[in-house]
């Protein structure tokens, strides 16, 4: 059961197009992360937003913790075949060890 | 310098077989994940590590999957008597932080299990 929901699904758009990725949840967590993932690879983290309202810029990327620390938005600005991979944002809880709660994942084309 | 490794990178096997899925964490990491990841969806927990002691196997699915870390680094993640549903990709993570309490964690490629 994953508790957190990721909007949209899929998601294909040209290069230099702007678009962004939603992570909703019910709970609240301690920490969000943002990993993205290509084929036959492991998640790689991207960002780690630990405060509510927090806002982490990451070149082109924007990350968002919501105030309530329940959701979180990736907005990518003009957008590359580069980053063409699966978003997946993670929940965690303050269980004294960093057990991850992965969102069910955004899958992003970006066609030149 | 070397990241975390897993293997085989991929196996098939068929229903009812065992199989044994190995993890190689960054040297001096104390802390070991394992992560199930049916295709299409993100990864879930299945159980973690503090050196050897196995301190979290909640999401373990079912008393047919065992993990052990005798020695605190390489760990093996064990399946028995497969079946279909088994089949995903299988992920290992490491972090050097004892507690593993806001550390990054730093995945391996996976292993991709295929259960026919």
């Known amino acids: 059961t994953q508790l957190l929901e990721q909007s949209p699904q899929f998601l294909s758009i040209q290069e230099g197009e702007n678009l962004t990725v939603y992570c909703n949840s019910s709970s609240v967590f301690s920490s969000l992360q943002w990993y993205r993932q290509e084929p036959g690879e492991g998640p790689v983290l991207l960002v780690t937003?630990?405060?509510?309202?927090e806002v982490k810029k990451l070149k082109r990327l924007t990350f968002q913790f919501g105030d309530a620390r329940k959701d979180s938005s990736l907005h990518i600005t003009a957008a590359q075949p580069g980053d063409t991979g699966l978003y997946l944002c993670a929940g965690a809880k303050n269980t004294g060890f960093q057990k991850l709660v992965f969102g069910t994942g955004t899958r992003l084309l970006v066609s030149p | 310098g070397a990241g975390v490794s897993q293997s085989p990178r991929y196996k098939v096997a068929k229903r009812g077989q065992d199989v044994a899925l190995r993890c190689d964490p960054i040297s001096g990491h104390v802390s070991l994940f394992w992560y199930q990841q049916a295709l299409g969806q993100g990864p879930e927990f299945l159980t973690y590590f503090q050196n050897e002691a196995q301190l979290d196997k909640s999401g373990l699915p079912s008393d047919r999957f065992f993990a052990e870390r005798p020695e605190g680094s390489v760990s093996t993640l064990k399946i028995q008597r497969t079946q279909q549903e088994d089949s995903a990709v299988y992920l290992c993570?490491?972090?050097?932080?004892?507690?593993?309490?806001?550390?990054?964690?730093?995945f391996g490629p996976g292993t991709r299990l295929l259960v026919l």
């Open positions: 937003v630990v405060t509510g309202g």
């Open positions: 993570a490491s972090s050097l932080d004892r507690q593993g309490d806001r550390e990054t964690q730093y």
